[in-house]
């Protein structure tokens, strides 16, 4: 059993910067692929960003790129998504998720863990 608690969601204005953390505990992290997805209201989920735990290999959605970093503090096993220069649209529920040996880390599929979620609202 894996559990992934997510935190630090809020409410910022746009332009604003904010980092969502994801403790992650219960297996070895050998393997896996680490993943922030998003869902805003009446959508659908969709990825955010990725990073693949062996590699260090990062992964963005083409809306992010440039303005999100994914980063990891290996020791306590925390995954960290940095969001800056934040947007309307990007308000959402993001989502950590845990996946392993995954070949395509965009696809939601792929994951077998996920947190509860954590609510970032961006005002103008």
């Known amino acids: 059993q894996v559990q992934l608690v997510e935190s630090g969601g809020g409410l910022v204005q746009a332009g604003d910067s904010l980092r969502l953390s994801c403790a992650a505990s219960?297996?070895?992290?050998?393997?896996?692929?680490m993943g922030w997805f998003r869902q805003a209201p009446g959508k659908e989920r969709e990825f955010v960003a990725g990073l693949r735990w062996s590699t260090g290999n990062v992964y963005y959605a083409d809306s992010v790129k440039g303005r999100f970093t994914i980063s990891r503090d290996v020791a306590s096993n925390w995954v960290y998504l940095q969001m800056n220069r934040v947007r309307i649209e990007d308000t959402a529920d993001y989502y950590c998720a845990a996946g392993w040996y995954l070949r395509n880390p965009v696809a939601q599929s792929g994951y077998d863990y996920w947190g509860q979620g954590t609510r970032v609202t961006v005002s103008s």
């Open positions: 219960g297996r070895t992290f050998f393997g896996v692929v």
